[in-house]
């Protein structure tokens, strides 16, 4: 029975785990072909190291671990960590705030261009809002100047309308007074010449008056 239990005492002492342990912030850790201080030192390994453990030994207080090319090792077990060490996790602290500032100084230099164009784009808005109110404006005063040509336009129709209908009036007056004029000169004539021919028939009917009452006088003494 006592050699049963020192068995599994001793299956339990190497027993293998599949976990990952770290090297603690030691400056420099001693990794030893045994499990005792007394095994040669085969290799050293800095803070913050990442390690495998193959197993652990609970009685020896060691761990065999796999070094980089195979090569496995013991160290002892307090020298190691769950987590890595204040000073790797430091180093990652700041790569990665380093990291978030050179993102963080790109979105604000992104930000400043945005910022820029924007400024740029509301200039123009204001400008093209200018030139838009300004285009309105000679569009209304076009329009108006249209009206007023086409008004214009029919004034002038009208007025040489009007134009024409007193020339038309005119030549019919005056085609008017050109026949009043002929027949006025026509009834002259007619006067005239009854006038003559008045005077004529007294010229020849006048002495024969007067011959008959003549002779009639001496006739009567």
Avoid at 84 to 92: C, D, V, Y
Avoid at 114 to 131: N, V, Y
């Amino acid at each position: 029975m006592k050699k049963i239990l020192l068995i599994l005492t001793l299956l339990s002492s190497s027993f293998v785990f599949a976990e990952v342990a770290y090297v603690s912030d030691e400056l420099e850790i001693m990794v030893r072909s045994g499990k005792s201080p007394s095994h040669r030192i085969i290799a050293t390994l800095k803070s913050g190291k990442r390690l495998n453990i193959i197993e652990k030994d609970t009685a020896s207080g060691y761990a065999k671990v796999q070094l980089q090319g195979g090569r496995e090792g013991w160290i002892l077990t307090r020298l190691l960590n769950k987590i890595p060490s204040a000073k790797a996790r430091l180093a990652r602290t700041e790569a990665a705030l380093q990291k978030l500032q050179g993102i963080n100084k790109n979105a604000n230099a992104k930000l400043s261009s945005l910022s820029e164009q924007k400024g740029s784009l509301d200039t123009k808005s204001t400008e093209l809002e200018k030139l838009n109110a300004s285009l309105s404006s000679e569009l209304t005063t076009l329009k108006q100047t249209s009206d007023n040509a086409v008004q214009t336009q029919e004034e002038r129709d009208q007025l040489l309308q009007r134009v024409v209908n007193i020339e038309r009036e005119f030549e019919t007056v005056k085609r008017e007074n050109d026949v009043l004029k002929s027949s006025n000169s026509q009834d002259w004539f007619l006067v005239g010449a009854g006038v003559l021919l008045l005077g004529i028939f007294l010229g020849f009917i006048l002495p024969k008056i007067s011959w008959r009452k003549k002779s009639s006088w001496e006739s009567s003494f």
